[in-house]
């Protein structure tokens, strides 16, 4: 009897143990949403320079294919990957923390649910955890936008004498601090904080949603690239008309000189837009948004989904 006793509690250790490591630990969400941000951004971060020069023109619009062909002919080739330093640096720690904290708190809300035996997770809690996640995220990583924009927008400046001229990330952030106070580096917090949340209520929770919705209706019945691939393609243009008006103030309240500050809050900012470049202007740039926010939403959720898989079978 001792034996089987015996026996029986090694078969449970040996079970449990088992069960653990076929489990990804919590640190592996925020390396697959780092990485697959990071690698899905290489593929549209030229999108995202045309947006920023399109945003920054106040007193006439500029589009997309004007502002290439502006770099071109002034700047050469290389300027469609200014600031690619600051914007890695932003996917591996924005996008990592968004996800990463979205699907945490995401799987605590289930657990929450089971226990009071409510099977899954409801619209309003996926929004809510969105909100959550892009919010923690977008105050604590506002630095690096500061010097992504930044970086961006500099070659741009017409004026020789007032451009920046940053080496790297490290480099803007290090002289913003030095020669504007280390609160330069939060400038635009409010904007980028209610931008990073409206984003990530709207991206991540949509894309959840699309994902059920579209296997729920058999629509798309197998987990696979092609439900992927839709999903993220609904989230991403839903992410983007929701999120454009808060990025442009973001935009104009970060590259701003602070001897000439025009724009104070977000309220004041969409008024001021709106009042002397027209509504519109409040979607300005929306084609090269829509292909640097849409573009990096597929890519960067067609990247996490393969390396949720690789993680998957590296623990089974």
Not at 261 to 284: C, D, H, M
Request: glycine share 8%.
């Amino acid at each position: 009897n001792q034996m089987t006793a015996a026996t029986a509690t090694v078969s449970k250790m040996s079970s449990s143990n088992s069960s653990t490591q076929t489990t990804p630990p919590m640190w592996t969400k925020f390396a697959v949403s780092g990485l697959g941000g990071a690698t899905g951004w290489l593929a549209v971060h030229p999108a995202d320079v045309l947006k920023v020069r399109c945003q920054i023109y106040e007193s006439e619009a500029i589009t997309m294919f004007g502002a290439a062909k502006q770099i071109m002919a002034n700047e050469g080739f290389l300027a469609f990957y200014s600031g690619l330093s600051a914007a890695i640096t932003r996917q591996l720690t924005y996008t990592t923390l968004r996800l990463g904290l979205y699907d945490v708190i995401r799987e605590r809300v289930v657990s929450s649910n089971e226990r009071r035996n409510v099977s899954g997770i409801s619209l309003w809690q996926k929004l809510s955890t969105g909100l959550a996640a892009g919010g923690i995220a977008a105050s604590t990583c506002c630095p690096v936008e500061v010097a992504l924009i930044r970086m961006q927008a500099d070659g741009a400046q017409k004026d020789v004498a007032l451009r920046r001229n940053y080496k790297n990330v490290f480099d803007a952030i290090f002289r913003t601090a030095k020669d504007e106070g280390i609160t330069t580096l939060w400038r635009g917090v409010i904007p980028t904080v209610v931008r990073g949340m409206v984003v990530s209520c709207v991206q991540l929770a949509s894309y959840d949603q699309a994902k059920e919705s579209l296997k729920k209706y058999g629509v798309i019945k197998q987990d696979g690239v092609p439900l992927h691939l839709t999903a993220s393609l609904i989230s991403g243009y839903l992410y983007c008309a929701a999120s454009l008006p808060l990025d442009i103030t973001k935009t104009r309240m970060q590259n701003q000189q602070s001897t000439n500050v025009k724009y104070t809050s977000v309220p004041q900012a969409l008024a001021y837009i709106a009042r002397n470049e027209g509504f519109l202007s409040l979607w300005k740039g929306f084609l090269p948004y829509f292909c640097r926010s849409g573009g990096h939403t597929v890519t960067m959720f067609l990247c996490v989904e393969q390396y949720r898989n690789l993680v998957k079978k590296s623990y089974q």
